[in-house]
């Protein structure tokens, strides 16, 4: 199953990152161009990074200037990951290319990519929250409730990977097609943005 693959790629790049925790390593990553797997693990570890500058940036006594700067990597991030979902949903437009689809074929709601992101996501909640978990300096009460909300998470993962997986097959099989928009975000293009073509 497509999802059993992406979620061993998500958690191989998560790990990788917390052996380091550092937001400007750079990446290794140790899968082929033509493969999938190089698409997913540079999707997620664009996420991990993400993840950890918001939590930088909510730091109470960050320096207004350090702030600035933090959110300017993250707008950039985010321009990142929208890019990545679409190289994800290019790979399957053509992967899928000469699929014959059915007159009475539907379309999703979301794109596989995108639903993908959030599988992506899911993914650095799931370790973040088993962390919690595994804390020894908190109460027996906060290990409880984390433990509550990671075992929602898992069962999440489930629903949401066998979701993803059934879209797939529908693909396959012609009883649904994709199409895909790009995301076109008016704020970081200095042609769309008013505050940024105002000041030309």
Not at 24 to 43: A, M, T, V, W
Not at 75 to 97: C, F, P
Request: net charge negative.
């Amino acid at each position: 199953m497509f999802t059993k693959k992406a979620n061993e790629v998500f958690r191989k790049s998560i790990d990788e990152y917390h052996k380091y925790d550092d937001i400007d390593k750079n990446i290794e990553n140790p899968y082929s161009k033509d493969e999938i797997e190089h698409l997913l693990y540079l999707k997620n570890w664009i996420d991990t990074v993400q993840w950890h500058l918001e939590d930088i940036i909510r730091d109470p006594n960050i320096d207004p200037s350090d702030a600035l700067v933090i959110k300017r990597r993250i707008d950039a991030s985010n321009q990142e990951r929208t890019d990545m979902v679409e190289y994800i949903d290019s790979y399957l437009l053509d992967k899928y290319k000469d699929i014959a689809v059915s007159a009475d074929a539907k379309i999703n709601t979301e794109t596989p990519a995108w639903a993908i992101d959030r599988l992506s996501i899911l993914a650095l909640k799931i370790y973040h929250m088993e962390q919690e978990v595994k804390r020894d300096d908190v109460s027996p009460e906060h290990k409880d409730a984390c433990q509550t909300k990671l075992d929602v998470l898992l069962a999440q993962r489930i629903d949401l990977s066998t979701a993803i997986d059934e879209l797939l097959a529908d693909i396959e099989s012609g009883r649904k097609y994709m199409k895909v928009y790009k995301q076109m975000k008016m704020y970081n293009d200095p042609e769309l943005n008013p505050v940024l073509y105002a000041k030309k």
